[in-house]
C-alpha cells in the first residue's frame, strides 16, 4: 500500500527554520518524482518544491527559491524539504506527494499519492 507521511512541522519565528520530512513506504523513492506542497487557509494548493525521479531535477517555486531545499535519502525512503528565512507568508498545511515526473508547473494532476500534511506556522 502506497503511504506518505510527513512530520517535521511546527510554530517558528520569522527567519526560523524547520525539516520536513516525507516517508514513503509501498514503493520506492528512488522511482518516483516527489513534489512538495503547501496550502494556507483560504487558498489554493500551490507546488513549492519537486524532485524528478532519478534525481537529477528539482524545481522550486519562484517564492520559496534560495530559502527551501529538497533532498531526498533513497537508503531512507524519505525525502526532505529544508525550510530557512521563513516567512509568516509561509505559513501552511505542507504536503509530500507522488508523481511519475516532476513539472516546473507543479501540476497537481500529475500526483497520484499524497500524505495527510504537517502544518507549519511562522509567527512571532
Known amino acids: 500500500q502506497v503511504q506518505l507521511v510527513e512530520s517535521g512541522g511546527g510554530l517558528v519565528q520569522p527567519g526560523g527554520s524547520l525539516r520536513l520530512s516525507c516517508a514513503a513506504s509501498?514503493?520506492?523513492?528512488?522511482?518516483?518524482?516527489i513534489g512538495w506542497f503547501r496550502q494556507a487557509p483560504g487558498k489554493e494548493r500551490e507546488g513549492v518544491s519537486c524532485?524528478?525521479?532519478?534525481?537529477?531535477?528539482?524545481f522550486y517555486a519562484y517564492s520559496v527559491q534560495g530559502r527551501f531545499t529538497l533532498s531526498r535519502d533513497n537508503a531512507k525512503n524519505t525525502v526532505y524539504l529544508q525550510l530557512t528565512e521563513l516567512k509568516p507568508e509561509d505559513t501552511a498545511v505542507y504536503y509530500c506527494?507522488?508523481?511519475?515526473?516532476?513539472?516546473?508547473?507543479?501540476?497537481?494532476?500529475?500526483?497520484?499519492?499524497w500524505g495527510q500534511g504537517t502544518q507549519v506556522t511562522v509567527s512571532s
Open positions: 506527494a507522488r508523481s511519475a515526473t516532476c513539472f516546473r508547473n507543479f501540476d497537481l494532476r500529475t500526483y497520484d499519492s
Open positions: 509501498g514503493f520506492t523513492t528512488a522511482s518516483s518524482a
Open positions: 524532485i524528478s525521479r532519478n534525481g537529477g531535477t528539482i
